[in-house]
T-cell receptor, first 113, second 111 residues
């Protein structure tokens, strides 16, 4: 059982380049999330999808777009990467609703130069 | 809006002793849930303990327990008999209508 799979694990981009981070879960979860983790800032929510067909902004959505392609997949796109987007990105999923554990991918370390 | 505040960037504890990590939160949701997650250097996120806000009884999981003070919006984690393997980053998290995290506390365990 793979759980939550993120690709790629590492990426280096030049300023202005675009890329898409992929996330897939095989647990039939309803809710999916994208976070970024920066030193001293914890995990900050970028976007989330409470259910298939819906997406909502989190705390730090600027510079990002998301697509909930189907129930399994939730991608994060950087249209024009900036050095401030250098971070570790995590995808997570859960059943949604109340009190359910979120399962996390292994993270993507993104460096924008 | 949902916010989580962890005011201790770093804590240290001697092996076998007890340490308490602090967390305060704010939410307008009447029904919500609170969590503590552990992140070791591997970056894996591990659920340590969860608390349903409607339950008065504090959650416990072996050496881990919480002190949930609903009126004060406080949710602290107590680790008893600390072990070297407890050394990690600990995140407090709140689920109201989405899952949000605090800034984290680095826990160091001294042998």
């Amino acid at each position: 059982n793979a759980g939550v799979t993120q690709t790629p694990k590492f990426q280096v981009l030049k300023t202005g380049q675009s890329m898409t981070l992929q996330c897939a879960q095989d647990m039939n979860h309803n809710s999916m999330y994208w976070y970024r983790q920066d030193p001293g800032m914890g995990l900050r929510l970028i976007y989330y999808s409470a259910s298939e067909g819906t997406t909502d902004k989190g705390e730090v959505p600027n510079g990002y777009n998301v697509s909930r392609l189907n129930k399994r997949e939730f991608s994060l796109r950087l249209e024009s990467a900036a050095p401030s987007q250098t971070s570790v990105y995590f995808c997570a999923s859960s059943w949604g609703g109340s009190g359910t554990e979120a399962f996390f991918g292994q993270g993507t370390r993104l460096t924008v130069v | 809006a949902q916010t989580v505040t962890q005011s201790q960037p770093e804590m240290s504890v001697q092996e076998a002793e007890t340490v308490t990590l602090s967390c305060t939160y704010d939410t307008s949701e009447s029904d919500y849930y609170l969590f503590w997650y552990k992140q070791p250097p591997s970056r894996q996120m591990i659920l340590v303990i969860r608390q349903e806000a409607y339950k008065q009884q504090n959650a416990t999981e072996n050496r881990f327990s919480v002190n949930f003070q609903k009126a004060a919006k406080s949710f602290s984690l107590k680790i008893s008999d600390s072990q070297l393997g407890d050394a990690a980053m600990y995140f407090c998290a709140l689920y109201g209508n989405k899952l949000v995290f605090g800034a984290g506390t680095i826990l160091r365990v001294k042998s």
